[in-house]
């Protein structure tokens, strides 16, 4: 405990030290993030845990958490497979690896403090932000309860207090971020008996876990879990087993979790910009369309009362024609007729006489 | 007085009202159990399916099966369909119920309602990089147009011709703000899963989830415009008017055509997106026939049944796969909400809804139905002009 | 003075909120031009 104590103040110093170095080697460009330079974490040796929930009952202590249902004494809860819940911000699990029959091998888990935190990422009001010094905090005076953090976590870390029905929170390892920033230890590291915990500047941490894999190939899986896993976290672990042995997944992938979305995001602003564009164009082609139409049908009802028009005039003018030669017909018939009575009224005239004479 | 009476108990007793009454009852129940001893008493949830069907289904179905607001006024107004005017009203009510209902449901899943009613995410801090951030900006403005977009009938009633003018002529530029705040929020739902590609199957899980939201919710949208139209004939008959009824047929027909070629736009996409993850190989696990049940029987069967009624004219199948695609769509937003999310964990650590759960979201359902049936019964939905009611 | 953006979802809280206040513009902006485009119409 001292052993590790010490250590962390060293690092501390050191950190201190090559902090400007560190500075400008890490000049951020805003096109590729390699997150916070001052960037505290932790490094878990699973291969040193011996599953004596030390770091439980620290955890337990300084967060104030309700005392639990058996002492952290009782090892015999390890027989269990355990999640953190909302009085328990870490647990340690007991795992028979088959690569390593014959003892079985401990992990703690507790909040991983993602470099690119996914709950941070997905959180509506922002309650979740990483600190410059490591720590993914929470805040609940803004959170709303949508439990869209729960969703996004890979490591399903985040728990809910579903039994209280006027204030819930989420509940989830702090790191102890008051206590860093008092430059204490995280609890856990703190309480670790075995040196399992080691606290430090995540970038010597990483270089440390590597030396410590490069001495001992035989002991150590040639990875460090947290190096890049979901874009990397500040909580690295090394092992002696494959990690999804001990109930880490590896299939994570090593995409950062704001990428994951930033796609989706980047799509909301285009159909913002151009769908009234297509929207206001497709709408003013059927107005124009509908326009047209109401045209065309008023020119053909127009043009068809212009024709209907002119065959009614020229039916007429025919009609009257017609009426004009049968007048003048009717007249010079008349004409005739009466011509050809009086000619035969004076025939008559002229026969009746002589006959007259005759009697 | 003693014959009215037992006339009016006679009209109150139906058996929809019976079986309604029940429903509410149960669900006020509910209600009291969730508001006074937490989510925890009421629900299944736990710390690793923090999402049961009040998200899965109210939220999720809800929106999908509201999209017909924004599908039918834009077939209307943007796309020229005038003839189909009479079929707006109704599109519009059922969505602004349906966002309603949504709105309601978060007020009963979300831990700290009171910061939800009070918009925290938009008021106190802006979470500008969550999905739900614009989902949730996407749905409160939408309410609001929708709202508008309803406002010309109280205003004809009122008699208040020159405000309910106003409105007519922002008729367009609401119908084209509706359709981009849909588009946003109808394909985000989808996207709100992109954060978690290790807790939702591979099949379901998909760079184009946001798209396939988008475009499925035309389909419902088309789908829901039949499915309803069918339901409020049965119900409604004497309530609707000449134009309502002679428009009818042939928008069943149209949509019916358009809901297939949507639809098989879709199924295309789909594939592409199997092709895209390189997943051929899951469809022949567990999973990936069940999703082959929702590609083959949800998407490509109704697709081919509208195209069947489209060209026979046949209305009845028409009708029929109308709400056999509602169904789909209902089953795809479970998929992904729930039976395909956590699908590598043991059956003993899945999601099962509780009874209450369940209770409350049939008391949602039922709600709105209620809602519907009283707007529909007093107001003028389903006949143009409010002061011509006595005619009919 | 760029400011320096160590993690990606600070950078991005940065531009999505920049981008959000921007699109409330364009929206109202979209309604003025219309209107304006729009104004000698019959």
Known sequence: MSISRRKFLGWMGAAGATATVGKSAKAASNKHFTGYPEGLGVLHDITACVGCRECEAACNKVNELPEPDKPFKDTSVLDQKRSATTKAYTVVNKYDAPSKAKAPVFRKMQCNHCLEPACASVCFVAAFSKQPAGPVVYDPTVCVGCRYCMIACPFEIPTYEYDDPFTPEVKKCTMCAPRIANGQLPGCVEACPKEALIFGKRDNLLKIAKEKIRKHPDRYIDHVYGEHEMGGTSWLYISGVPFNEVGMREDLGVTPAPSLTSGALHVVPMIVGLWPVFLAGMYGMTKRREKIAVEEKKKAVSHALEKANSEAEEKLALALEKANQDKEKALKQAQQEKEKAVKEALASTAETKPAKEDS | MSEQLISENKTLFTPFNVIAGIIVIIGLVITFLRFTKGLGTVTNLSDTSPWGIWIGFDLMCGVALAAGGYTVSSACYVFGMKKYHAAVRPAILTAFLGYATVLVSLVYDVGRPVRLAMAYPFVVQQGTTSLLFEVGLCVMIYLSVLFLEFTPIPLEWLGLKKIRNIMIKLTMVLTIFGVVLSTLHQSSLGALFLIAPSKLHPLWYSPYIAVYFFVSSIIAGLSMVIFEGTLSHKAFHGKMDKTYLEEHDPLVLQFGKAASLVLAGYFSIKIIGIAADNNWHLLVTPYGLWFLVELLGFVALPCFLYAIGARDKNLKLIRFTAGWTVFGIVLNRLNVSLIAFNWQKPLSERYIPSLMEIGLSVFMVTALIIAFKFIATNMPVFHEHPDYKETH | ?42
């Not at chain 3, 999505?16 to 209107?35: K, N, R």
């Open chain 3, 1 to 42: 003075m760029e400011h320096t953006f160590y993690t990606l979802q600070e950078f991005m809280l940065h531009t999505e909120s920049v981008t959000y206040i921007i699109l409330a513009i364009i929206l109202l902006g979209v309604l003025g031009f219309w209107l304006f485009l729009t104004e000698y119409d019959d």
